[in-house]
Each structure stands twice: as structure tokens, then as C-alpha cells.
């Protein structure tokens, strides 16, 4: 796949200088997200020695959540190398949710999703298994609507996100996302309902008025936002120090070429 020629089967999501997103079909059925961050500068392999590989990492968050039964994008594979019209790239790849939406559209349909309690119910799992997500906008969740029931959630795009220890609930990174997630909701809905989803996630009434205030004073972008992504990153070097290293920090276990060709 290149921005302008996509092999048969292929279809192209997003393409931007430095990501390309498409989909393509699976050996054994459904479909592949392809996710490649490209044109990396050629002094990246350097830096690898030292930080993971972003689509390691998002690799490995997602493969925590479904360990931990988080509704997400199920991770395939990932992997890294050069290839001539897009320089040096990272490439991840996840299955499909087929048939899903990203909440940020259906967002724009009055109507189209009433009750977001499900999702803060599912953040609050994700939470609980000690990942934050850095990044927990409404175009980072889809939805897909079965035939019979309710909607369903799954939380993507884990590009900023960290895994620690144990469970976040309460702490200053579980209170970004939620801000980040209620800032963008909250002027689609009234702010009763999104303290009654907040509730739903497992907050008292005065962490839920306190958090609604804190939403008055919350800037999403700009500065603000890249000091709480750093105190979020701080905080998860700190937290890996401190804790003794689990054989799944290592696990890589799908680590390898990518499953999927057309790159
Ligand atoms: N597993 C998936 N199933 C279905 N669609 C997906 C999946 N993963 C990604 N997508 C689609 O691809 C889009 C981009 O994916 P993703 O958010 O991971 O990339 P991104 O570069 O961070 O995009 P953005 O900057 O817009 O958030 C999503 O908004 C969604 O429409
Ligand atoms: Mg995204």
C-alpha cells in the first residue's frame, strides 16, 4: 500500500506524512487494521536501544487488555524495518472490529449512541488492570451496534498508554482520562448524565462533582496537555523501577515479520 496505490482488497483508512492506515483481508477470514508509523528518521534504530518501538509498545497494552478481558483491538502482530516509498516504519497490526464506528461520528448523529455507561464501565476495567491510556478521545473508541443489544465498546489506538503495576483507579492518570473522555461527551450530553456515568465507572458523588469541576478548568490541548502526558510518563518509569519485573513484561509473543503483505 502506498497513498496512492492500494494492492486489491486493500482500503485505505488515513494517510498522513507520517502514518498510513489501511485494511486489508485476514488469511482465515475478516480483516486486518494496518497501522504503519513511516518516515521515521534513520538515527530511530539508535533510539531503540533505549525506548521501545511504539508499535511494540502499543502491542504490548493491547495484549494486557485482552488478557485482562478489556474490549479492544486485538492485537496481531507487529513489526519494524525499511521499505523504499515509506523509509524507516514500525507497523501494527490488529484484527478488524467489523462493522464498527468511531464514537467521534456517531457523536455528530443525535441519537445514535444514548447511554455511554457501558464504555465508562469499560474504562473502569481498563483501569483496573493498570493501564492508562493517554489518549482516551472518542476517535479512539468504536462502536459496533449487534443485531440484537446493546451497543458494544472497544477501546483503540493505545499509542500513549502505559501499563503499571496495578490498578490506576483514583490516581492523577486515571483522572486525565476520564477528563479527556467527559471534556469531548460532555457537549453532546447533559451534565447530569455524565455524572450518572461517571457514578457508573465507580465514583462517589463527591469525586464526581469534583471531577466535573475540574473539567471547567481542563484545556485539552497545548501545554497542559503535554505535562500530563509527561507526568504520566514519569510516573510509569518511576512505577516500572519500583516493581519487581514480571515474565509478561518481556512477552513479545507475536513479536515478528508482519501478517500481512502489501506494505
Ligand atoms: N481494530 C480496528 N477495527 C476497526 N477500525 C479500526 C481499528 N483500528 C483502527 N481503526 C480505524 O482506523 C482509525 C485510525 O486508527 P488509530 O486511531 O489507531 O490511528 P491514529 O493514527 O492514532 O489516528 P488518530 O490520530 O485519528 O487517532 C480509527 O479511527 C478507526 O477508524
Ligand atoms: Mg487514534
Redesign the pocket.
Known amino acids: 500500500m502506498t497513498a496512492a496505490r492500494a494492492e486489491p482488497g486493500q482500503t485505505l483508512?488515513?494517510a498522513?506524512y507520517g502514518?498510513l492506515?489501511w485494511?486489508e483481508p485476514l488469511q482465515g477470514g475478516g480483516r486486518a487494521?494496518m497501522?504503519m508509523y513511516r518516515r521515521r528518521p534513520f538515527y530511530d534504530p539508535v533510539r531503540r536501544w533505549f525506548l521501545p518501538y511504539r508499535a511494540e509498545r502499543e502491542f504490548k497494552v493491547l495484549s494486557h487488555l485482552v488478557r485482562h478481558g478489556v474490549a479492544c483491538?486485538?492485537p496481531l502482530s507487529w513489526s519494524h524495518g525499511h521499505h523504499d516509498p515509506h523509509g524507516r516504519f514500525e507497523l501494527l497490526v490488529?484484527?478488524?472490529?467489523a462493522g464498527?464506528t468511531?464514537l467521534d461520528k456517531l457523536l455528530k448523529e443525535p441519537g445514535a449512541v444514548t447511554d455511554l455507561s457501558p464504555l465508562l464501565r469499560l474504562t473502569r476495567r481498563m483501569h483496573d488492570s493498570g493501564v492508562s491510556h493517554g489518549?482516551l478521545?472518542p476517535?479512539?473508541i468504536?462502536v459496533s451496534f449487534p443485531v440484537a443489544g446493546a451497543p458494544t465498546f472497544?477501546i483503540?489506538?493505545m499509542?500513549y498508554s502505559h501499563i503499571f503495576p496495578r490498578g490506576i483507579a483514583g490516581t492523577r492518570m486515571a483522572t486525565f482520562d476520564l477528563l479527556d473522555l467527559v471534556y469531548r461527551i460532555g457537549s453532546h450530553f447533559p451534565a447530569q448524565r455524565c455524572s450518572a456515568w461517571l457514578a457508573d465507572y465507580g465514583l462517589d458523588a463527591s469525586a464526581v462533582q469534583k471531577l466535573m469541576r475540574g473539567l471547567e478548568r481542563y484545556r485539552p490541548r497545548g501545554h497542559w496537555a503535554h505535562l500530563r502526558r509527561g507526568e504520566t510518563d514519569l510516573r510509569a518509569a518511576m512505577a516500572r523501577l519500583r516493581a519487581p519485573r514480571s515474565p509478561r513484561d518481556g512477552d513479545s509473543r507475536s513479536a515478528g515479520p508482519p501478517a500481512a503483505s502489501g506494505t
Open positions: 483508512i488515513k498522513e502514518t492506515v485494511s487494521i497501522k483491538s486485538e490488529t484484527r478488524e472490529v464498527a468511531a489518549g478521545a476517535r479512539n468504536l472497544h483503540i489506538d499509542s
